[in-house]
């Protein structure tokens, strides 16, 4: 990676890996990021809607995830459902008042150790963990989702694929929850489309957890047609018993124009929240 990037400058100018490395960052950040390394750092955006920039009603809502792949298609989809993205680095401990937090798919750390293993340990993650606990809204996608179960923040854990490969395709899902702070543009039972890309993506968790997901109704979305990934219960999402915390295993931000990926149905997990500041 780092030598195809430097073939675009003077190779003969570093002398060591580090050095080679350390630069390809430095131009990654400089071309896609404004100047800012988003390779080894939370490329986290916070949201404002235009309601905020004209008006006393606003809401905040940021994305942050270490070493993210997707997470300017959240950005687009949030733009989409009526707000203005901002950056925000991954070593802050100030949530900079925020009132929503998405965590954005991708391969942290290069999913080192466990997926969302070491992620879960970023510095704002510490006021992630306790915002949530408050009751700030907090949306983690695919890589996200897996931070959320390593923070303990939702049950269970996700793991390697039962076939052991990664798997990308449109996938069928079925509503089960439109209580929670990220579900309620949807019907409970609507059927929905959206793109599924993952390696470790099924969700696994003892039988007593998985009976009281079931019963408390925190079952948020299930796999339709097939399983993907060998997931207990078809189980594609599952929220916490305050209901504003939501993991989600499929890409919601991928399916929110109808120009590319799989349509728009995706696009309601972002005016949920949205729509709900205003109501």
Same mark, same amino acid.
């Given at each position: 990676?780092?030598?195809?990037?430097?073939?675009?400058?003077?190779?003969?100018?570093?002398?060591?890996?580090?050095?080679?490395?350390?630069?390809?960052?430095?131009?990654?950040?400089?071309?896609?990021?404004?100047?800012?390394?988003?390779?080894?750092?939370?490329?986290?955006?916070?949201?404002?809607?235009?309601?905020?920039?004209?008006?006393?009603?606003?809401?905040?809502?940021?994305?942050?995830?270490?070493?993210?792949? %997707?997470?300017?298609?959240?950005?687009? *989809?949030?733009?989409?459902?009526?707000?203005?993205? @901002?950056? $925000?680095?991954? #070593? &802050?401990?100030?949530?900079?008042?925020?009132?929503?937090?998405?965590?954005?798919?991708?391969?942290?750390?290069?999913?080192?150790?466990?997926?969302?293993?070491?992620?879960?340990?970023?510095?704002?993650?510490?006021?992630?963990?306790?915002?949530?606990?408050?009751?700030?809204?907090?949306?983690?996608?695919?890589?996200?989702?897996?931070?959320?179960?390593?923070?303990?923040?939702?049950?269970?854990?996700?793991?390697?694929?039962?076939?052991?490969?990664?798997?990308?395709?449109?996938?069928?899902?079925?509503?089960?929850? %439109?209580?929670?702070?990220?579900?309620? *543009?949807?019907?409970?039972?609507?059927?929905?489309? @959206?793109? $599924?890309?993952? #390696? &470790?993506?099924?969700?696994?968790?003892?039988?007593?957890?998985?009976?009281?997901?079931?019963?408390?109704?925190?079952?948020?979305?299930?796999?339709?047609?097939?399983?993907?990934?060998?997931?207990?219960?078809?189980?594609?999402?599952?929220?916490?018993?305050?209901?504003?915390?939501?993991?989600?295993?499929?890409?919601?931000?991928?399916?929110?124009?109808?120009?590319?990926?799989?349509?728009?149905?995706?696009?309601?997990?972002?005016?949920?929240?949205?729509?709900?500041?205003?109501?």
């Amino acid at each position: 990676f780092a030598h195809r990037i430097e073939g675009m400058v003077d190779v003969a100018q570093f002398d060591t890996r580090r050095d080679r490395a350390q630069r390809a960052f430095e131009i990654v950040g400089q071309t896609q990021c404004g100047g800012k390394a988003a390779v080894a750092a939370f490329a986290g955006q916070r949201l404002r809607t235009t309601e905020e920039r004209h008006g006393p009603l606003s809401i905040d809502i940021e994305i942050d995830q270490a070493l993210s792949v %997707d997470d300017r298609d959240a950005q687009r *989809a949030i733009r989409l459902a009526g707000a203005e993205p @901002v950056a $925000l680095w991954h #070593g &802050e401990h100030d949530l900079k008042g925020v009132d929503a937090v998405v965590l954005p798919g991708g391969f942290s750390y290069g999913d080192y150790l466990r997926c969302g293993a070491i992620s879960r340990f970023s510095p704002v993650m510490t006021e992630v963990i306790e915002a949530a606990t408050k009751g700030m809204p907090v949306l983690g996608i695919c890589n996200g989702f897996q931070i959320l179960c390593e923070s303990h923040l939702l049950p269970g854990a996700l793991i390697r694929n039962d076939h052991r490969r990664f798997i990308c395709r449109d996938q069928r899902l079925r509503i089960e929850n %439109d209580r929670t702070a990220w579900t309620s *543009a949807y019907a409970e039972g609507q059927e929905i489309t @959206v793109v $599924l890309k993952n #390696g &470790e993506g099924g969700y696994v968790a003892d039988e007593p957890t998985l009976d009281r997901l079931e019963g408390e109704g925190q079952v948020v979305a299930r796999y339709l047609d097939l399983n993907p990934n060998g997931s207990a219960r078809d189980i594609a999402g599952v929220t916490n018993e305050r209901g504003n915390v939501v993991g989600l295993m499929p890409h919601p931000e991928h399916s929110v124009e109808e120009l590319t990926g799989s349509g728009t149905d995706g696009l309601g997990f972002f005016t949920s929240l949205v729509e709900s500041a205003f109501a």
